[in-house]
């Protein structure tokens, strides 16, 4: 381990190039934290539909729109950040079939179609072509929620961001965000029974989230010396501490804890205001993740 | 032929000649740099001495930034140059994101990603890179890796145990080497940073050279 020797050495750096600033900005923050919501909630349709019939009947259409406009909140920002934003199709012409982020385009581009045909459907009542189109939409739901961890993968300068964790946090993103907003936008056409149920995934979800970053924060720095290193900024008087124990609080502890008092209760404002906390704080969660890692100096 | 680059830390003696040689020939805009040369002091009063490390694109066999670029704007050349194309780039960022040396930036002029080619437009004239002309005391060493009788090969030859890379442990198979090297120069978590992490100023952090 490098930094064992520093005491003996004290070696300081005292002259290079100044450190670049956050190359992934908090732009790439809201294309996952709309990602999640536009991908989640299909899976939540798609599983009141099994559980719940009756009572998404009239859903299909403000699902669709709220997935449609989600995802293209999405692709938009994912254009903001490019700084050649008008040679995006480049990516279509010129694609690289090893990069996340060119399969990815592909892959989101196909979900935003089968969405809008989901609207069409939707729209003109033809339910039965909607739930046939709505099982392929959530099939391609899964990688389009999942390519972003295999990006995050594919930065080897960033430790980190290992696949599994981040694959299991991309999906617990999704059904988080999607059950939350379900339980939002579900309003009085969503039944009660309906929305406990959102409220169960949304509490679960909520738990895996946490134990996973619990256990990189508590046993990431001892299998690698980088993580350590990055984890730094989330400990003690960090960069982002406030933030990730902010975030870890809003989106994760405080939601789980309403959505018992919901239960035990029966009061659906509480099961409300869980939902809001989990979708304003997994913004702060998604990025604290995706800024400490740039902070540490590559040279 | 695989080109490769081989820099002896022994003779090098931090004059930055290849740094400004490199911004010269490749017009490399203020605030960005393809070659760099790290200064590392270690020990304390009076026991002490400087280290210079010379740092750039390590051209790697494994390129992480090739692999992640959508639209193959970073590649291969056939003589194991990882090239970039800035028609084709995007500005995505993935590379300089990917990159576990820092080696690639935002080109705050063309908003796109840029790096050391190893002067890939020299090469193909049959000249040599330009730090390795600008050198003086001839510490970098370049040549093509697969020819036993080049320069870099007969070194890496004489130079066995000495040769190193940087990350090896990132798997990206870098053909850069250095000889004379250690974890003080070539390990950025051997050495602390103060504020701005430079002799000349306060500046500690750079715009990234895009619109963010």
Not at chain 1, 104 to 120: C, D, R
Not at chain 1, 255 to 272: F, G, T, Y
């Given at each position: 381990m490098a930094h064992e020797i520093l005491a003996a050495t004290n070696a300081v750096v005292t002259l290079d190039v100044a450190l670049p600033g956050i190359v992934w900005p908090w732009l790439v923050t809201v294309n996952m934290w709309a990602k999640s919501i536009g991908t989640g909630i299909i899976f939540m349709l798609f599983i009141l539909q099994r559980t719940h019939p009756d009572s998404v009947k009239n859903?299909?259409?403000?699902?669709?729109?709220?997935?449609?406009?989600?995802?293209?909140?999405?692709?938009?920002?994912?254009?903001?950040?490019?700084?050649?934003?008008?040679?995006?199709?480049?990516?279509?012409?010129?694609?690289?079939?090893?990069?996340?982020?060119?399969?990815?385009?592909?892959?989101?581009?196909?979900?935003?179609?089968?969405?809008?045909?989901?609207?069409?459907?939707?729209?003109?009542?033809?339910?039965?072509?909607?739930?046939?189109?709505?099982?392929?939409?959530?099939?391609?739901?899964?990688p389009v929620t999942l390519y972003t961890a295999a990006l995050m993968s594919q930065c080897t300068a960033r430790e980190l961001w290992q696949m599994?964790?981040?694959?299991?946090?991309?999906?617990?993103?999704?059904?988080?965000?999607?059950?939350?907003?379900?339980?939002?936008?579900?309003?009085?056409?969503?039944?009660?029974?309906?929305?406990?149920?959102?409220?169960?995934?949304?509490?679960?979800?909520?738990?895996?989230?946490?134990?996973?970053?619990?256990?990189?924060?508590?046993?990431?720095?001892?299998?690698?010396?980088?993580?350590?290193?990055?984890?730094?900024?989330?400990k003690?008087?960090?960069?982002?501490?406030?933030?990730?124990?902010?975030?870890?609080?809003?989106?994760?502890?405080?939601?789980?804890?309403?959505?018992?008092?919901?239960?035990?209760?029966?009061?659906?404002?509480?099961?409300?205001?869980?939902?809001?906390?989990?979708?304003v704080g997994l913004f702060l969660v998604k990025h604290v993740w995706l800024s400490i890692p740039q902070l540490l100096p590559m040279s | 032929m695989q080109l490769g680059f081989l820099v002896d830390l022994h003779l090098c003696m931090g004059c930055k000649g290849c740094e400004i040689a490199c911004k010269v020939e490749n017009e490399v805009p203020l605030s960005t740099w393809r070659l760099r040369v790290k200064y590392v002091d270690v020990g304390t009063f009076p026991e002490t001495k400087r280290t210079f490390t010379p740092l750039r694109c390590n051209h790697c066999e494994n390129a992480p930034c090739e692999r992640i670029c959508p639209v193959s704007a970073l590649h291969y050349l056939d003589n194991g140059i990882v090239n970039i194309d800035k028609e084709r780039c995007i500005g995505c960022a993935g590379c300089v994101m990917a990159c576990p040396y820092g080696a690639i930036y935002i080109d705050p002029q063309t908003q796109t990603a840029d790096k050391c080619t190893y002067c890939a437009h020299r090469i193909a004239s049959s000249m040599m890179p330009a730090c390795v002309v600008a050198c003086p005391v001839q510490a970098n060493i370049f040549g093509d890796l697969e020819d036993p009788t080049s320069n870099i090969s007969k070194y890496i030859q004489t130079n066995q145990g000495g040769v190193q890379v940087r990350k090896p442990e990132k798997g990206t198979n870098p053909h850069h080497y250095y000889v004379g090297g250690g974890n003080v120069s070539l390990n950025p978590l051997a050495s602390h940073r103060g504020e701005g992490h430079n002799l000349f100023g306060e500046i500690k952090n750079l715009p990234v050279g895009g619109h963010h």
């Open positions: 859903m299909r259409l403000p699902v669709s729109i709220i997935a449609f406009v989600f995802i293209n909140i999405f692709l938009l920002f994912t254009l903001a950040d490019l700084h050649q934003p008008f040679r995006m199709w480049h990516i279509f012409v010129y694609s690289n079939w090893t990069s996340a982020i060119a399969i990815g385009s592909f892959m989101a581009s196909g979900f935003l179609g089968l969405l809008t045909l989901l609207i069409f459907l939707a729209w003109k009542k033809n339910d039965e072509a909607y739930d046939k189109v709505l099982l392929w939409t959530t099939i391609l739901a899964i599994p964790a981040e694959s299991a946090q991309m999906i617990l993103a999704a059904t988080l965000s999607g059950s939350a907003a379900m339980i939002l936008f579900g309003g009085s056409k969503l039944s009660y029974e309906a929305k406990k149920s959102m409220g169960v995934i949304l509490g679960l979800s909520a738990l895996m989230a946490f134990i996973i970053y619990m256990s990189e924060y508590v046993f990431g720095p001892m299998k690698a010396e980088e993580v350590a290193a990055i984890l730094e900024y989330i003690g008087d960090g960069e982002y501490t406030v933030m990730f124990w902010l975030g870890q609080w809003i989106t994760y502890l405080l939601p789980m804890l309403l959505i018992v008092l919901s239960r035990a209760s029966k009061n659906e404002s509480v099961l409300k205001l869980a939902a809001i906390l989990a979708l | -």
